[in-house]
């Protein structure tokens, strides 16, 4: 299986290779699977206070704010105060509807700058997404599904890999996917990577629950917003994510 990989907020095709490393050994060492790493199409500079957090540069981001001003920001600014309320779809509110800057221009030249990449250096069998990369991962899973509706066009993707990822925006780009208020779902089979210790782990459980339950897997590494690293959760990992590969491919699963 050939996957699509999306790195997070202010990450790039090598920082990102560095921490999948170890889950493409393990699914690679037994062909199970492939991939493939791109990066945003936007160069930006972190905000202060992140520099060394990021590591060095270049940084790249799929999705920017069109506006931010006085009265406005990047949301990057906002989760330095993540909220956490009473259920993962308040939080999510609270934390995007006040004073965040726009992105549904950034997120639209995104979504064609990814599909150029399909049709130029695919087909692929899955997408990993991680942090915003798993947003603008599961708004093009979305997507496609509007244009299958809309156009008949069949989707490349068969199934996704979220690593800390948040809700992604509707298909039409005027918002964001909350389980509490949209019928909208990603029918695709999804493996949702989270933390129990990541402080946005509200954002992991609200796209979790906009899913189809009966085909999305969940993997708890027990860390924060980070990617696991060591062996035995790497190995454990690895097998989820062949699980899902043979539910896809019409397999039977050893595992």
Same mark, same amino acid.
């Given at each position: 299986?050939?996957?699509?990989?999306?790195?997070?907020?202010?990450?790039?095709?090598?920082k990102f290779k560095v921490?999948?490393?170890?889950?493409?050994?393990?699914?690679?060492?037994?062909?199970?699977?492939?991939?493939?790493?791109?990066?945003?199409?936007?160069?930006?500079?972190?905000?202060?206070?992140?520099?060394? @957090? %990021? /590591? +060095?540069? *270049?940084?790249?981001?799929?999705?920017?704010?069109?506006?931010?001003? &006085? !009265?406005?920001? =990047?949301?990057?600014?906002?989760?330095?105060?993540?909220?956490?309320l009473e259920t993962p779809?308040?939080?999510?509110?609270?934390?995007?509807?006040?004073?965040?800057?726009?992105?549904?221009?950034?997120?639209?030249?995104?979504?064609?700058?990814?599909?150029?990449?399909?049709?130029?250096?695919?087909?692929?069998?899955?997408?990993?997404?991680?942090?915003?990369?798993?947003?603008?991962?599961?708004?093009?899973?979305?997507?496609?599904?509007?244009?299958?509706?809309?156009?008949?066009?069949?989707?490349?993707?068969?199934?996704?890999? @979220? %690593? /800390? +990822?948040? *809700?992604?925006?509707?298909?039409?780009?005027?918002?964001?996917?909350? &389980? !509490?208020?949209? =019928?909208?779902?990603?029918?695709?089979?999804?493996?949702?990577?989270?933390?129990?210790?990541?402080?946005?782990?509200?954002?992991?459980?609200?796209?979790?629950?906009?899913?189809?339950?009966?085909?999305?897997?969940?993997?708890?590494?027990?860390?924060?917003?980070?990617?696991?690293?060591?062996?035995?959760?790497?190995?454990?990992?690895?097998?989820?994510?062949?699980?899902?590969?043979?539910?896809?491919?019409?397999?039977?699963?050893?595992?």
């Amino acid at each position: 299986m050939r996957f699509l990989c999306l790195p997070g907020a202010y990450g790039s095709i090598e920082k990102f290779k560095v921490q999948l490393t170890p889950l493409i050994k393990e699914l690679e060492s037994d062909k199970s699977a492939i991939f493939h790493f791109i990066q945003g199409p936007y160069e930006v500079v972190p905000p202060p206070g992140y520099e060394e @957090f %990021f /590591g +060095g540069p *270049p940084y790249y981001r799929f999705i920017v704010p069109l506006d931010a001003d &006085a !009265d406005t920001t =990047d949301v990057i600014e906002r989760i330095r105060d993540f909220p956490k309320l009473e259920t993962p779809e308040m939080t999510m509110r609270e934390l995007m509807t006040y004073g965040v800057a726009k992105t549904d221009v950034s997120a639209q030249r995104t979504l064609d700058y990814l599909y150029e990449i399909m049709e130029k250096e695919g087909p692929f069998d899955g997408i990993v997404g991680y942090s915003e990369g798993a947003t603008i991962a599961g708004t093009l899973l979305l997507h496609e599904q509007m244009r299958e509706r809309d156009e008949g066009r069949l989707p490349m993707f068969k199934c996704a890999l @979220f %690593f /800390g +990822g948040w *809700p992604p925006m509707t298909p039409t780009l005027d918002g964001m996917v909350l &389980a !509490d208020e949209s =019928d909208l779902m990603i029918d695709t089979p999804t493996c949702h990577i989270i933390g129990s210790l990541d402080p946005y782990l509200h954002g992991n459980i609200a796209l979790y629950n906009i899913c189809d339950q009966d085909t999305a897997f969940i993997f708890d590494h027990g860390k924060g917003h980070t990617l696991p690293r060591d062996k035995h959760t790497v190995k454990e990992l690895g097998d989820t994510v062949r699980r899902m590969i043979y539910e896809v491919t019409g397999g039977v699963s050893p595992y």
